[in-house]
């Protein structure tokens, strides 16, 4: 992209984030794909990742399961096993060939889970053992198992070791994601949390597990290669709060401490499962709060995400739905050129083409449309 034109664009001006130093500001949000056969990733993501690449873009991968017992839908990708991380090899190797910079998003389901995903048939585990309300979609969720204390080091050693993993596997840092009503999530919302020993509670309490995994991570990787997603203002899964102003504030505050790479936080307007409405609440006060970069998602399109930049309200805007179906959209942003609609039913189905690599580049539909 020619750097000095795009200047009046806020989302395509460049960026120093930590040591990483980005050409724009349009970020590959992390998005499922169900289609990581076994649990291990595919050749047929290489093409996927490396289409959505750009020289000094940064790009988040899916959500990666930490452990056997982080699983919760079928064919999501795993970081636990030596065969998970060779897979993840090349399809790294092609992102960096590009000049891209790529982060693993680590993951556990938590109770959003059942019995068939897990080792021996067992429970899923959670911080409580308050069951998930069968979804609308046909989910089947097993009541869960609540973790006893002493168990819970264990779990942080989990995302420990996958953050090492995702390190030999040659990814440039982690995101944690804390984030939609997973593991990490349920600890912090007092929706699910009802926990009576030190990770639950008061704030501060349903937050420390989340913090554990921060410090353990940020301790084997190095904080400047750590990021961690939260959504505090969401209520997906049956995990929201009663108060997601002051979870939100109170986690960027103490993420200084450990002055990890970025906070990366969903809209309040996201409150509903992927639905962006009008919404008074606002991520200002956390950007505000938090000392390093602030990544922000959820609903943006190229001018609201120009503003974002422009208003400071965000130093990167990660875009999911867009970048699912358009593989060029920072070349789309440049041009601001129309955009290819995404199909929601292929999101999640498991061919290695449809849906996932054949959405079209900019010149392909210029050219098909001649
Ligand atoms: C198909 C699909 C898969 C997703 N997978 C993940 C995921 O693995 N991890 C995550 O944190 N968010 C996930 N999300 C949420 C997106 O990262 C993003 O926050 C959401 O789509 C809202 O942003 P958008 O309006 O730009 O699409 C997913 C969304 C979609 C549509």
Same mark, same amino acid.
């Given at each position: 992209?020619?750097?000095?034109?795009?200047?009046?664009?806020?989302?395509?001006?460049?960026?120093?984030?930590?040591?990483?130093?980005?050409?724009?500001?349009?970020?590959?949000?992390?998005?499922?794909?169900?289609?990581?056969?076994?649990?291990?990733?595919?050749?047929?993501?290489?093409?996927? $990742?490396?289409?959505?690449?750009?020289?000094?873009?940064?790009?988040?991968?899916?959500?990666?399961?930490?452990?056997?017992?982080?699983?919760?839908?079928?064919?999501?990708?795993?970081?636990?096993?030596?065969?998970?991380?060779?897979?993840?090899?090349?399809?790294?190797?092609?992102?960096?060939?590009?000049?891209?910079?790529?982060?693993?998003?680590?993951?556990? #389901?938590?109770?959003?889970?059942?019995?068939?995903?897990?080792?021996?048939?067992?429970?899923?585990?959670?911080?409580?053992?308050?069951?998930?309300?069968?979804?609308?979609?046909?989910?089947?969720?097993?009541?869960?198992? +609540?973790?006893?204390?002493?168990?819970?080091?264990?779990?942080?050693?989990?995302?420990?070791?996958?953050?090492?993993?995702?390190?030999?596997?040659?990814?440039?840092?982690?995101?944690?994601?804390?984030?939609?009503?997973?593991?990490?999530?349920?600890?912090?919302?007092?929706?699910?949390?009802?926990?009576?020993?030190?990770?639950?509670?008061?704030?501060?309490?349903?937050?420390?597990?989340?913090?554990?995994?921060?410090?353990?991570?940020?301790?084997?990787?190095?904080?400047?290669?750590?990021?961690?997603?939260?959504?505090?203002?969401?209520?997906? +899964?049956?995990?929201?709060?009663?108060?997601?102003?002051?979870?939100? /504030?109170?986690?960027?505050?103490?993420?200084?401490? $450990?002055?990890?790479? $970025? /906070?990366? !936080?969903?809209?309040?307007?996201?409150? #509903?499962?992927?639905?962006?409405?009008?919404?008074?609440?606002?991520?200002?006060?956390?950007?505000?709060?938090?000392?390093?970069?602030?990544?922000?998602?959820?609903?943006?399109?190229?001018?609201?995400?120009?503003?974002?930049?422009?208003?400071?309200?965000?130093?990167?805007?990660?875009?999911?739905? !867009?970048?699912?179906?358009?593989?060029?959209?920072?070349?789309?942003?440049?041009?601001?050129?129309?955009?290819?609609?995404?199909?929601?039913?292929?999101?999640?189905?498991?061919?290695?083409?449809?849906?996932?690599?054949?959405?079209?580049?900019?010149?392909?539909?210029?050219?098909?449309?001649?």
């Amino acid at each position: 992209m020619g750097e000095e034109q795009n200047l009046h664009i806020p989302l395509l001006t460049p960026y120093k984030m930590g040591n990483f130093q980005l050409s724009h500001r349009v970020v590959l949000a992390p998005l499922s794909r169900k289609r990581s056969y076994g649990n291990i990733p595919q050749p047929h993501a290489i093409l996927c $990742y490396s289409q959505r690449t750009t020289k000094g873009g940064l790009l988040i991968a899916e959500a990666t399961a930490i452990s056997d017992t982080a699983i919760g839908y079928p064919d999501m990708p795993g970081i636990w096993t030596k065969d998970q991380v060779e897979a993840w090899k090349p399809i790294v190797d092609a992102v960096h060939a590009k000049g891209g910079i790529f982060v693993c998003q680590i993951w556990h #389901t938590g109770r959003v889970s059942n019995t068939g995903y897990q080792p021996n048939g067992q429970a899923p585990i959670s911080c409580t053992d308050k069951p998930l309300s069968p979804s609308n979609d046909g989910a089947h969720y097993s009541p869960p198992r +609540r973790l006893c204390t002493e168990e819970i080091p264990h779990i942080i050693n989990d995302f420990r070791l996958a953050a090492k993993n995702a390190m030999v596997a040659g990814f440039d840092g982690v995101e944690i994601h804390g984030a939609h009503g997973y593991l990490i999530d349920q600890f912090m919302k007092d929706q699910v949390n009802d926990r009576t020993d030190e990770y639950g509670g008061s704030l501060e309490n349903r937050c420390r597990f989340a913090l554990e995994v921060v410090e353990a991570v940020s301790k084997e990787i190095g904080a400047d290669r750590v990021g961690i997603r939260l959504s505090p203002f969401a209520d997906y +899964r049956e995990s929201g709060d009663s108060n997601s102003e002051a979870l939100g /504030l109170y986690m960027a505050e103490s993420l200084n401490k $450990y002055d990890i790479l $970025y /906070l990366h !936080m969903v809209e309040p307007r996201m409150k #509903t499962q992927l639905v962006k409405s009008e919404c008074s609440q606002s991520l200002v006060p956390m950007r505000k709060a938090f000392n390093n970069t602030f990544i922000v998602a959820g609903g943006y399109e190229r001018e609201d995400g120009n503003n974002a930049v422009a208003d400071s309200h965000a130093d990167l805007v990660a875009y999911g739905r !867009m970048f699912l179906a358009n593989p060029d959209l920072p070349k789309r942003f440049e041009l601001n050129a129309p955009l290819n609609k995404y199909d929601r039913s292929t999101f999640y189905t498991s061919d290695p083409v449809v849906g996932y690599t054949d959405y079209p580049f900019l010149d392909q539909a210029s050219s098909a449309q001649v």
